[in-house]
């Protein structure tokens, strides 16, 4: 099946601060997301990329399918955005059947 | 988008007992998705469930542990059963709307 790399595993910033999530994967896709988990375990959409730039405030997304890989930008980093961020893809043949990442555990400190 | 409504949001159980999740979407669906999160890991897809079929199951999940119904189109259980420790998890079920797939809030399991 098809494998999800995230990168780096873990980060630690300071508020304020900016930042750069990667996501590799190893087959052509259908769908990719990324996701936040909040400290009580839900999962919050941030973006459906599967190709393209996407903005939504201090955050933006950029796939770039025919290489394989997308990166989720943090900017201006808060408190709030500490976390864990999981990026997901659907495969060519899978159907709706999400495959994650590792995610990366965000950390920002005041 | 849909919204799910998951239940319950959090339990702690005896090993040996057996604990149902439902699911409820706000719009018909085709297929839902039950996924795990064991602690520290990331999530991995349990089983497939359609309306009117047996639901298909992944790798290492099988049935008479995680028994699925689906009645309709619109709702979906989830069950664990003869719990152990290690079924101690998150399990969270989702759906896919026109294109993006999404989330229930989750069911944190604690197994005593």
């Known amino acids: 099946g098809i494998q999800v790399e995230q990168s780096p595993p873990d980060l630690i910033l300071q508020e304020g601060a900016n930042s750069t999530l990667r996501c590799n994967f190893s087959?052509?896709?259908?769908?990719l997301q990324w996701f936040h988990q909040n400290p009580w375990g839900q999962l919050i959409n941030l973006f459906y990329?599967?190709?393209g730039t996407k903005q939504n405030g201090r955050l933006s997304a950029t796939t770039v399918a025919t290489e394989r890989y997308s990166l989720l930008y943090i900017s201006s980093s808060q408190t709030t955005d500490s976390g864990v961020y999981f990026c997901?893809?659907?495969?060519?043949?899978?159907?709706?059947?999400?495959?994650f990442g590792q995610g990366t555990i965000l950390t920002v400190h005041p | 988008s849909a919204v799910i409504s998951q239940k319950p949001s959090r339990d702690i159980c005896q090993r040996g007992t057996s604990l149902t999740i439902q699911c409820q979407v706000d719009?018909?669906?085709?297929?839902m998705f039950w996924y795990r999160q064991q602690p520290g890991q990331s999530l991995t897809l349990i089983a497939t469930?359609?309306?009117?079929?047996?639901?298909?199951?992944e790798s290492g999940f099988v049935i008479d542990k995680f028994p699925i119904s689906r009645p309709n189109l619109t709702f979906s259980t989830l069950t664990v059963s003869n719990m152990s420790p290690e079924d101690s998890s998150i399990y969270l079920c989702?759906?896919?709307?026109?294109?993006?797939?999404?989330f229930g809030q989750g069911t944190r399991l604690t197994v005593v």
């Open positions: 087959d052509s896709v259908n769908n």
């Open positions: 469930a359609n309306q009117g079929s047996e639901a298909t199951y």
């Open positions: 997901a893809v659907v495969g060519g043949t899978s159907y709706g059947k999400l495959t």
């Open positions: 990329i599967p190709s």
């Open positions: 989702s759906v896919e709307g026109a294109s993006e797939a999404f």
């Open positions: 719009s018909q669906v085709t297929m």
